[in-house]
């Protein structure tokens, strides 16, 4: 039979009543002649409750402990839905990410999944059973609960049917896809019908809440197609897929990230500066190195994002301890990128979109590009007029 992986998100299991309504749509779908896999998130914003907890005891959480502490969210969820499917006739059985396969390195906090070994998912398909998976988690080759950052159970969805040859990978939210700009944001957003791996992946590097970027790059590598789908009200969505690049030169989306720290290190040993960032599993974007000569010292300036770090204050603390006068930190700006295809082949879009933000008062500190993003550093408190402005200019006016 067919396998289809299922991911539902925290606010489409946020109480009991929901999680009937998702089990009515698993056993639909294994009704119709599929196997079913479903990957789960903690119910609601319990992630966030247990890490106010974690915080109300100790300002800085030890990891390992915070990643054991945080894994039993997802637990939670994937058992109330196993109750829920078998009382509905659907033999079902819960598994943890380990479990279930899902191999991951030392990192926790942010872990990255190393491998998948679904032995056990394949057996209790065999046995005619739904199987459902906590995401979010896995386990390290040190045989340690880790936990994979934010988004983390969009990865473990995708890896998953990546790694049981799935027939595609459905993605369930209270969102039905992903639009041209955060629709909470921008009432002029539109809907994306359809978009390729590297746009989606490039919007999540960016910051965009839509799928975690390492679970784009699952879907890319195996190519099998992401459908982002709203969990109770049917109809569109937003399918992506692999793609043929395209000759024309376009903008698709602008998205935008507040949670960002600025580093300039100026100093001969930068590798000394990034083994520290490395030690705390911190890695960076958007890195710059200019060499300097004789009279001139070497300078690196680059960007990490916030999203995954506990205890970043503490962070900042010993790395002005350590690199003194060497180092400065920003967390006064945000990013906004235009997310599209083609934007290396010429320089219109760098252009144009420096000139319209100028000519709206916003000075732009840093860009940078590749051949399906642009991303522009400004300060925090011009983050969401300049996306409103690139939006209109971009994509309401077709340009």
């Known amino acids: 039979m067919p396998i289809i992986v299922q991911k539902y998100g925290g606010s489409s299991a946020a109480d009991v009543d929901k999680i009937k309504k998702i089990a009515s749509q698993i056993a639909a779908v294994k009704k119709e002649g599929n196997d079913v896999?479903?990957?789960?998130?903690?119910?609601?914003?319990?992630?966030?409750?247990?890490?106010?907890?974690?915080?109300?005891?100790?300002?800085?959480?030890?990891?390992?402990?915070?990643?054991?502490?945080?894994?039993?969210?997802?637990?939670?969820?994937?058992?109330?839905?196993?109750?829920?499917?078998?009382?509905l006739g659907i033999k079902a059985i819960s598994l943890t990410g380990s479990q279930s396969g899902v191999i991951?390195?030392?990192?926790?906090?942010?872990?990255?999944?190393?491998?998948?070994?679904?032995?056990?998912?394949?057996?209790?398909?065999?046995?005619?059973?739904?199987?459902?998976?906590?995401?979010?988690?896995?386990?390290?080759?040190?045989?340690?609960?880790?936990?994979?950052?934010?988004?983390?159970?969009?990865?473990?969805?995708?890896?998953?049917?990546?790694?049981?040859?799935?027939?595609?990978?459905?993605?369930?939210?209270?969102?039905?896809?992903?639009?041209?700009?955060?629709?909470?944001?921008?009432?002029?957003?539109?809907?994306l019908p359809e978009m390729s791996f590297q746009q989606l992946q490039e919007m999540s590097e960016a910051g965009a809440?839509?799928?975690?970027?390492?679970?784009?790059?699952?879907?890319?590598?195996?190519?099998?197609?992401?459908?982002?789908?709203?969990?109770?009200?049917?109809?569109?969505?937003?399918?992506?897929?692999?793609?043929?690049?395209?000759?024309?030169?376009?903008?698709?989306?602008?998205?935008?990230?507040?949670?960002?720290?600025?580093i300039i290190y100026s100093g001969s040993d930068i590798k000394q500066l990034l083994e520290f960032l490395e030690g705390k599993n911190i890695y960076v974007k958007e890195f710059n190195y200019v060499q300097g000569d004789r009279e001139n010292t070497p300078r690196a300036s680059f960007v990490i994002s916030r999203k995954n770090i506990h205890s970043w204050n503490r962070t900042e603390k010993e790395l002005d301890e350590i690199f003194k006068d060497r180092i400065s930190i920003d967390d006064s700006s945000g990013a906004v990128s235009l997310i599209g295809e083609g934007f290396s082949r010429d320089n219109k879009i760098i252009k144009e979109t420096f000139a319209v933000l100028l000519q709206n008062g916003i000075e732009p500190k840093g860009l940078t590009t590749t051949s399906f993003r642009l991303s522009v550093l400004i300060a925090k408190e011009n983050v969401e007029s300049a996306v409103a402005i690139l939006h209109k200019y971009w994509i309401e006016e077709a340009r």
């Not at 692999?242 to 960002?260: D, L, W, Y």
Request: proline share 3%; charged share 25%.
């Open 209 to 262: 809440k839509v799928l975690n970027a390492q679970a784009v790059q699952f879907a890319k590598e195996s190519k099998i197609a992401i459908y982002a789908r709203s969990t109770f009200s049917p109809g569109r969505e937003t399918i992506t897929r692999e793609s043929q690049p395209s000759e024309i030169t376009s903008v698709i989306a602008v998205v935008h990230e507040t949670e960002v720290i600025r």
């Open 37 to 87: 896999v479903a990957v789960v998130s903690a119910m609601g914003k319990t992630t966030n409750q247990l890490l106010e907890m974690a915080k109300s005891l100790s300002s800085d959480p030890e990891k390992r402990e915070l990643d054991m502490l945080l894994s039993t969210g997802e637990r939670i969820t994937m058992a109330l839905l196993c109750i829920a499917l078998n009382d």
């Open 104 to 191: 991951t390195n030392d990192r926790y906090n942010d872990a990255r999944v190393i491998e998948v070994r679904p032995f056990r998912v394949q057996d209790e398909l065999a046995k005619g059973q739904v199987v459902v998976i906590g995401g979010f988690q896995g386990v390290s080759y040190k045989r340690d609960i880790t936990t994979l950052g934010r988004g983390g159970s969009d990865t473990s969805a995708v890896a998953m049917a990546a790694a049981l040859n799935a027939e595609r990978c459905e993605i369930y939210s209270d969102v039905d896809g992903i639009y041209t700009a955060d629709p909470n944001l921008i009432k002029e957003a539109k809907h």
